[in-house]
């Protein structure tokens, strides 16, 4: 088996498409496309580029792949036997513009029900809405629809938050909102605590503090994508002044009368 056939082997044992793989060992996916289906040439034939070192390395790394397996000395594709713990941790599907760049997928609240099963199926990523930001560039993001009012104050019930892939657990930040995809609970928005090396899980909190919401657990086996929020968008406009704001003109003026009745009994 060429080297090719090799890498295209392990793309398909960690049920990832070129795109997914190339962001997992940090090259781009015209590398990967240009050695698993090859440049085309003048004369129809594709030319595939054999890869460096440097990026079988980088597989090997990334990706747990038993080195013996690239030398013709295994059959053993992963060094752990298992190619699992990789893959849950990185996006199954992106879509992208006719540029090439990656698309802003939309999961709004009737899309939410079937993400669970449809988060790795391309036809059903490439069926939701999808649109492109500016501002949000440097990684892979989706948009999410807010359903209900756990996190209320900070974000309500059909707000937009725009939450950034995050491929390892060890970058996920205590006190953070984050979108967490899971195989028990689906789509859920929480402000997160990282257990992860500790005990092996997440401890998710809500921000709505009327007692409906209690905070719980969640082990990392069972989680399937985790997202940060990096922005959202929200249906709430503010009020013309915050009542905070009117009882503070309130106490500044009790102040001043009381401060000018006691010049006066003075």
Known sequence: MEVHDKIKRIIDEMKLN???FAKLIGVTST?????????????????RTKPGFDLL??????????????????????????????SLHIPKIITVN????????????????????????????ESLPSFSMPMLKNGTYRCFEIKGNSMS???HDGDY????????????????????????DGVVVKRVLNRIRESGKLILKSDNRDGNYPMYSIYAEDILEVWYASMYASRQMPDP??????????????FELEEA????LN
């Open 161 to 184: 938050l725009f939450g950034k892939y995050v491929d390892n657990f060890d970058d996920i930040l205590d006190g953070r909102i984050y979108v967490i995809v899971s195989k028990n």
């Open 261 to 264: 009745l006691k010049k006066k």
């Open 98 to 125: 006719e540029d090439g760049d990656e698309n802003i997928n939309y999961v709004g609240v009737k899309a939410r029900a079937g993400y669970l099963d449809g988060y790795a199926d391309p036809e059903y990523m």
């Open 18 to 20: 070129n795109n997914s």
């Open 153 to 155: 104050t900070t974000i």
């Open 241 to 254: 002044i915050n009542i905070y704001e009117k009882l503070h003109a309130l106490e500044s003026k009790y």
């Open 31 to 47: 590398t990967i496309d240009s050695i698993t289906i090859g440049r085309l040439q003048a004369d129809g034939e594709r030319k």
């Open 57 to 86: 390395q980088s597989i090997i790394s990334h990706c747990h792949v038993n080195p013996d397996y690239f030398f013709g000395d295994s059959e053993d594709i992963f060094s752990n036997k298992s190619s699992n713990a990789v």
